[in-house]
């Protein structure tokens, strides 16, 4: 398994700007995918994009429109997301969660093909 601990989240005026981080430890995550979701105020978790072992492969969820960028160092057994732009409705607890299949070269925006997940940190948009 991969241990996940989430960082980086606050409160932040809306147009403003947070970069979440995500600490791996454990088995080695290189060879997987990572994922971002948010799980918002009363609703269910939902993707918000993933990208792949190598980098080469970044998917985002429609309403990001531009605004987020997912990155990884998997050097540190790190992976971002940087966030700009942000909207009262961005506010939500943001999760990171590894893929366990290894060198997969498309990622995915299903849940249920993560299986370790962190915590999750806080967000809140203010108006």
């Known amino acids: 398994q991969v241990q996940l601990v989430e960082s980086g989240g606050g409160l932040v005026q809306a147009g403003g700007s947070l970069r979440l981080s995500c600490a791996a430890s454990?088995?080695?995550?290189?060879?997987?995918?990572m994922g971002w979701f948010r799980r918002p105020p009363g609703k269910e978790r939902e993707f918000v994009g993933a990208?792949?072992?190598?980098?080469?492969?970044?998917f985002y969820a429609d309403f990001v429109q531009g605004r987020f960028t997912i990155s990884r160092d998997n050097a540190k057994n790190m992976v971002y997301l940087q966030m700009n732009s942000l909207k009262p409705e961005d506010t939500a607890v943001y999760l990171c969660?590894?893929?366990?299949?290894?060198?997969?070269?498309?990622?995915?925006?299903?849940?249920?093909?993560?299986?370790?997940w962190g915590q999750g940190t806080q967000v809140t948009v203010s108006s």
């Open positions: 990208i792949s072992w190598s980098s080469g492969t970044t």
């Open positions: 969660a590894a893929d366990p299949r290894d060198y997969m070269s498309e990622v995915s925006p299903s849940l249920y093909d993560y299986r370790d």
């Open positions: 454990g088995r080695t995550f290189s060879k997987n995918s």
